[in-house]
């Protein structure tokens, strides 16, 4: 193979370029609760643990989990070290990409999607999270090459391949699966069209996927069965609607706008061009929704059947998605599309890319880049601003309050993880989401009255959670919990710390009184923003119990924020 010698100085600066924005500000990381769950799975001992932890407690596919082990045990376990994993790979997807696109496509179309690739903001926001979604786009894309040929042209090497990746896919992402099913069906009835003669092999690959799916297919149905049936669900905090699919491409392009994390409460254009003013609506908005329309639209008409096949099998699994999210099946945010994030970027590509006016493809390309890296550089999640973790923060904040290895720390919100960050003091793995998430939380049938068939069936209609929240005393089954298990074993002069972090799910004071006022959480029907209050609610109204637990068996001596004002700490000390 011929390699066109500035064509690859300019991938190979490209690459660079892409790899130098995913690294800007990595040392100054600090991981987030679900980052430090990966860690903490990734630090089992052994690969049986880590499949164990992921099978009978996790939603997510174990495969990425396994290669952050062995990543740990060769480079350690330093923040910034952790996140090159993810670099790599989101860097690894530009020459990969290059390569893929010029062969499904053309050397200009392959110029074109590596540019909307490095500028990535989307990619390069993922691609500094110690979590598995910089490894999709790569897999999906590699996924939809491997496809493509075997749809068309049949050969055996393509469609184990093409096995390969998909198994890699649906053990790496939990909605990997609904992916391939969509695949399988564009594919199907691509052949069924215009290609009848590979119809037994194009089966036969899908089959043996499927059979090497089984073995997760057990653990994975088993836990979104449970999704549904606690107090308070998934589904209140990642609350859906159709104005998704509005916003979808705009994210694709620059999520300056969007949540990334949890869905925002409406995505109602309006709203929106309230909130962006007429002048960030048109470039935040419009100009990357006209793109995209228009780079989708223009292969489409020309009948590129690759366009058509990757489109295709990547709207259909979107819909899929949009479709389990509206059942309450598995919840969507826009990282869960992230795995044809660059096939669609891909076909994109292959549409502008026919503009023939050379000054407005480059101004496209231009204002993409530029506008890209300014929601990169300025948007509230922007990498630059990263550091957010509040158990790095907590911790800072338990080292001033001078916490020893003696003193017990609780903190509600995964606690447990805060030994990366703070190895002192006997930290206690009590959780508020076994008030509020687990299906067999212990506490749940004695803190909100329960009769036993309520509990057993989980019938929210008896929790009576107005009359809970509305009581200002804990409940004294609650109160015997902690007495019991926590409080009768501190010594005199022992210390206790109660973390409290208000960027999560806590109600500020002098916002929780008109909340409680404005909402009746026992109502039927509650809406999406309802639902949500009621978690927020619920959680606030734990902590303050523990703090009115703390402060009547224990005596209060000082209250501790951390640097960004979103962590306090409640200190306490046993005097008799």
Known sequence: MKFDKKLLIF????????????????????????????????LKPTITEILKTVFLTDLH?????????????????????????????S?????????????????????????LNTFSALEIYYAQELKFYSMLPLLGLLSFYFFSKITQNFSIKDTLLLLLTNTLIIYTFNAGIFFIIAEFAVGLTFILLKKKENLKNYLYSFIFTGILYIPYFYFQIKTIQGLNKSICTLFDMFHFDLGFVFTLIQNFFTPAITNLSNNPVNYNPIEMLKTTGALGFVFYIIFFCAIAFYGIYKPIKDKNHNAILIFSASFLFILILIFLAILHII??????TLLVHLAILAVIA????????????????????LISLFSYAFYKDSPLKRNSSFHYYSAQALQKAGASDSDMIIMPYFGRFLYKYFDKGQLIDYRSEELLLLNDAFLMKETFKLTQEEYQNK?????KLQKYIENPNPPEELERYFQKNYLSKLRKGQKLY???????????????????????????????????????????????????????????????????????????????
């Open 61 to 89: 596919a174990p495969l990425f989990f396994i290669i952050l082990h062995f990543w740990i045990k060769l480079l350690g376990s330093t923040d910034w070290v952790l996140i090159l994993l993810p670099v790599i790979f």
């Open 331 to 336: 919840p969507l945010v826009t990282r869960y």
């Open 350 to 369: 292959c549409g502008i890319v026919q503009i023939n006016n050379k000054k407005i493809l480059y101004t496209i390309m231009s204002l993409t880049a």
């Open 11 to 42: 991938i190979t600066l490209l690459t660079l370029a892409a790899l130098g924005l995913r690294l800007i500000n990595i040392s100054n990381a600090a991981l987030w609760i679900d980052e430090l769950y990966c860690y903490d799975i990734a």
């Open 498 to 576: 109660l973390v409290e972090n208000y960027s999560i799910y806590i109600i500020p004071d002098e916002l929780y009184i008109p909340m409680l006022k404005g909402i009746n959480i026992d109502k039927p029907n509650l809406s999406e923003l309802e639902k949500n209050a009621r978690y927020a609610l619920l959680y606030t109204k734990i902590l303050k119990n523990l703090e009115l637990i703390f402060s009547k068996n224990l005596t209060p001596v000082k209250i501790y924020h951390s640097q960004n004002q979103d962590v306090k700490i409640f200190e306490f000390i046993k005097e008799n």
């Open 459 to 463: 019938d929210k209609s008896g929790l």
């Open 91 to 115: 860097t690894l997807s530009v020459p990969v990409g290059y390569f893929i696109c010029k062969k499904l496509f053309d050397t200009k179309t392959a110029v074109i999607f590596s540019l």
